[in-house]
């Protein structure tokens, strides 16, 4: 069974600018969850997506988004990026009411 | 409001030394809890998890956990650690609130010395 795949595994965007990152779940995972993770804040959840509906949602400012798909792959775009925005991006997925989350190998985005 | 403090940034070890990482937590409803680990430029990868049931838990690669409801502790051991095992371990809390929202610790940096 194949893992959760991220896309791009690297990525190096301007401040202003907009980025948009790809999460594919674990097949037959509905679940999906994103986090930000920083050497000074550590592990935070953004937010959770279930049958293309968010669930719930972290403390973040609005302009970070996300949505999800019919076939469960998930995005999360962040506009107007910020050099705080500089982080590792995990998705994690599973299956509903399990409770056990499996992460993909994340997203590097660095903002100059 | 959960939370979940992980007590040690960081644990030196020798190998094969016995070893235990903290973590406390705090919620007012029913938790789940899981233990991850991440090795460098890795995601993480579950190590554990406690949703009911005995209080003890065993995970891969050699580790338990117990869960001390009245200490609201969820406390990580390994009696014989390896240098493989020098990695990043975080702790979990998850309540059930219609979905997920799961709130990790900050985080204990295990390196372990030949």
């Known amino acids: 069974k194949a893992g959760v795949t991220q896309t791009p595994r690297y990525l190096i965007k301007t401040r202003g600018q907009q980025v948009t990152l790809s999460c594919s779940p674990i097949?037959?995972?509905?679940?999906v969850s994103w986090y930000q993770q920083t050497p000074g804040q550590g592990l935070q959840f953004l937010f959770e997506?279930?049958?293309?509906?968010?669930?719930n949602k972290g403390n973040f400012p609005g302009r970070f988004s996300g949505r999800q798909f019919s076939n469960s792959r998930s995005e999360m775009n962040v506009s107007t990026l910020e050099l705080g925005d500089s982080a590792l991006y995990l998705c994690?997925?599973?299956?509903?009411?399990?409770?056990?989350?499996?992460f993909g190998p994340g997203t590097r985005l660095t903002v100059t | 409001a959960q939370s979940v403090t992980q007590l040690d940034s960081q644990v030196p070890v020798f190998e094969e030394a016995p070893v235990e990482l903290r973590c406390n937590y705090s919620?007012?409803?029913?938790?789940?809890l899981f233990w991850y680990v991440q090795y460098p430029n890795q995601g993480l990868q579950l190590l554990l998890k406690?949703?009911?049931?005995?209080?003890l838990v065993k995970g891969i690669n050699g580790f338990e956990a117990e869960f001390n409801k009245s200490q609201t502790s969820f406390h990580l051991r390994k009696p014989s650690v390896h240098i493989s095992d020098t990695a990043e371990y975080f702790c979990?809390?998850?309540?059930?609130?219609?979905?997920?929202?799961?709130?990790f610790g900050a985080g204990t940096r295990l390196f372990v010395k030949a």
């Open positions: 994690a997925s599973s299956l509903d009411l399990s409770y056990e989350q499996y």
């Open positions: 097949s037959g995972h509905r679940s």
């Open positions: 997506y279930f049958s293309e509906t968010q669930r």
């Open positions: 919620s007012s409803v029913s938790v789940y």
């Open positions: 406690y949703l009911s049931g005995s209080t």
């Open positions: 979990a809390v998850s309540q059930n609130t219609g979905g997920f929202k799961t709130i």
